[in-house]
């Protein structure tokens, strides 16, 4: 049987008070504020990095202190980091006073990142805008209040195709059985 990544717990419990200390943050709270939400994130950063912990260990970590933390709310937490860091300020001062020598590099990749991104979002642009007919330009084009009047005009205009007559006609000759 394969051994666990064991952590120290001692060690994460000390990285939490002085977290706490530090930004004024209750760990173990369930609020949503962005910044507590936010730092929070950081706080989970802090502890994969500085004590080698997954977010399996964080939740059983939050267990063991009597608070439930879901796994997956912790994973995609921590995967916003780079977001907080691009936004938020106070993010920023904390994140850097645990990262000092990482700043600069941090943020030249995160621009990076945001560079590619935004070439990305450009040729998909691109290519919707050439899969796009010229009913869906003009639909594009519209302001939202009149949308929904020529939705309806054209509603009715493809309802009325299948209630229409479908042009097939059958000559039937007759003949008069008195002559």
Not at 81 to 93: A, G, I, S, T, W
Not at 150 to 164: D, G, T
Request: net charge positive; hydrophobic share 30%; with cysteine.
């Amino acid at each position: 049987m394969k051994e666990q990544n064991k952590y120290d717990k001692e060690r994460a419990g000390l990285l939490a008070e002085r977290f706490q200390k530090l930004t004024g943050v209750d760990l173990d709270s369930k609020s949503r504020i962005r910044k507590e939400v936010t730092l929070k994130a950081l706080f989970w950063k802090v502890l994969t990095d500085f004590n080698k912990m997954n977010d399996r260990n964080i939740s059983d970590w939050y267990k063991e202190r009597g608070v439930s933390r879901n796994r997956s709310s912790i994973h995609i937490s921590m995967s916003k980091v780079d977001v907080y860091y691009c936004n938020y300020k106070f993010f920023r001062e904390i994140y850097d006073m645990y990262y000092r020598e990482e700043p600069e590099l941090y943020k030249r990749d995160y621009r990076k990142r945001a560079v590619q991104k935004e070439k990305v979002t450009k040729v998909l642009k691109s290519y919707n805008e050439h899969q796009k007919d010229k009913l869906n330009h003009l639909i594009d084009s519209l302001p939202a209040e009149k949308r929904a009047e020529i939705y309806e005009l054209v509603n009715l205009r493809v309802k009325s195709w299948s209630w229409k007559a479908k042009n097939e006609y059958e000559v039937i000759e007759g003949y008069n059985s008195l002559m």
